[in-house]
């Protein structure tokens, strides 16, 4: 019987990661369901739901080449394989302001209170060093409405934060 993982893998970024964990994975009969994979400042992570005859020490076992060889950081959990319902986000919400501690805090704070559910969030530091700008971008599905996202976050405007809040209008079908 199969078993479902859920693998995270952290390093350094250079050239091959993917190529080098995917073919250890497909060598040792693994099958990839959904992966993320994203570059943080110099740092490469991926996130991959993996089915796999072996139990975690064999998973392990077929990765620790590949592991060590790039110096990557793995962590293995259980996790469910079937089928998941992918949420279709209907917000997006852009955030621009001078780069100071507490914005994401603020901003996903008030947006949960409103009722949002993040799907997906990125963040990044624009700007100079002597005038840092943050930006964030945020994805998810508005559970109690747009407008109720908008009124949350408003109060933040006065804090010199820009927040714009746009429906997503996603044709399916």
Known sequence: MANWYMLT???RDRPGIVARVTSALFEAGCNLGETSMIRLGDNFTVMMLVRSEADESGLRAALAPVLEDLALVLHVDPASG??????V???RILVHGADRTGIVSQVTARAADAGLNILDLESDVGGSDEEPIYILQIEGVATRGVEAIESALAPLQADGVKVDVQPIDTMIG
């Open 9 to 11: 893998l952290v390093g």
């Open 82 to 87: 079937e089928r998941h319902p992918r949420p």
């Open 89 to 91: 986000p209907d917000v």
